[in-house]
């Protein structure tokens, strides 16, 4: 069965660090697009980092660029959102999603991008606060 699981959400004081985790089963994460949504309370779901399987680009949300790092080890099939200087407005459910087809390209063409990510996780709850 082909599934994602994310890990390594909680609470966490503006200003301060977190870093997700992602891990895949049932398929090999190699060649695949890896990516993180968030969704907060009322709002849509929104593309906060991306990572190509194949020639390595990636996207960024304009409002997390310079604090947020994807990665990803094949070898492990896992991938991971570093993210630094936390924000208030950081607070979201958190998802990690893979493809075979879509690349981060995406993101900048499409109103909907995660309509291209057929692989989910449940999420995890980021909450920034003091």
């Known amino acids: 069965q082909v599934s994602l699981m994310e890990s390594g959400g909680g609470l966490v004081q503006p200003g301060g660090s977190l870093r997700l985790s992602c891990v895949a089963s049932?398929?090999?994460?190699?060649?695949?697009?890896v990516a993180w949504f968030r969704q907060a309370p009322g709002k849509e779901r929104e593309g906060v980092a991306c990572?190509?399987?194949?020639?390595?680009?990636?996207y960024y949300l304009e409002s997390v660029k310079g604090r947020f790092t994807i990665s990803r080890d094949n070898a492990k099939s896992m991938f991971y959102l570093q993210m630094d200087r936390l924000q208030p407005e950081d607070t979201a459910v958190y998802y990690c999603?893979?493809?075979?087809?879509?690349?981060?390209?995406?993101?900048?063409?499409?109103?909907?991008?995660?309509?291209?990510?057929?692989?989910w996780g449940r999420g995890t709850q980021v909450n920034v606060s003091s």
């Open positions: 049932g398929f090999s994460l190699s060649y695949y697009t």
């Open positions: 999603a893979a493809d075979r087809w879509a690349g981060p390209d995406v993101f900048g063409r499409e109103q909907y991008p995660r309509r291209f990510f057929g692989t």
């Open positions: 990572l190509s399987g194949t020639d390595g680009s990636s």
